[in-house]
């Protein structure tokens, strides 16, 4: 993963809709056009790092890359899951990450409450990495600072 830390930017666009209803995960999904334009080597699987809804804070989040084998996707996608609660929807907004590690493969379950126990220990397993010392400043990184121009709605 020569390509770690990654850094990501891109318009947050309506994704399945499953996160928050079915799996009490929210998360925030990109376009095809950043999802296409990851590098190759970064494969799939759940990752962790920190994300930035606009100028607004930065806040450890957790993401999957990849097709969700238990939804049977047929395209990639990047769903990333922002430890925080937001007041409101943020489509449109633009969202910046910066990938920090790996946590595990993607893989299928033979339950949704299998699948959300894995969701709920990916949590916990970034939670605990981001703590550490050489992860925690990546979060005052300049990336996360966008200029005006970039800003939607004054986020």
């Known amino acids: 993963m020569k390509h770690l830390p990654y850094f990501c930017r891109g318009e947050v666009v309506r994704g399945f809709g499953r996160g928050s209803k079915e799996l009490g995960v929210p998360t925030a999904n990109f376009s095809e056009q950043v999802v296409e334009s ?32 238990y939804y049977k996707n047929v ?11 937001f007041k409101e929807d943020f489509y449109g907004e633009i969202l910046s990450i910066v990938i920090i590690g790996y946590i595990r493969p993607e893989k299928n379950f033979d339950s949704l409450e299998a699948l959300i126990s894995a969701i709920q220990d990916d949590i916990e397993e970034a939670k605990r990495k981001l703590d ?17 121009s970039k800003l939607v709605n004054g986020h």
């Open 38 to 69: 990851l590098p190759s080597d970064i494969s799939t699987g759940i990752y962790y790092g920190w994300a930035c809804v606009g100028n607004g804070d930065v806040h450890k989040m957790v993401l999957s890359i990849g097709w969700n084998p």
């Open 75 to 85: 395209k990639k996608s990047v769903e990333t899951h922002i430890m925080h609660t």
């Open 132 to 148: 550490l010392p050489e992860h925690l400043k990546l979060k005052d990184d300049n990336f996360f600072h966008l200029p005006e």
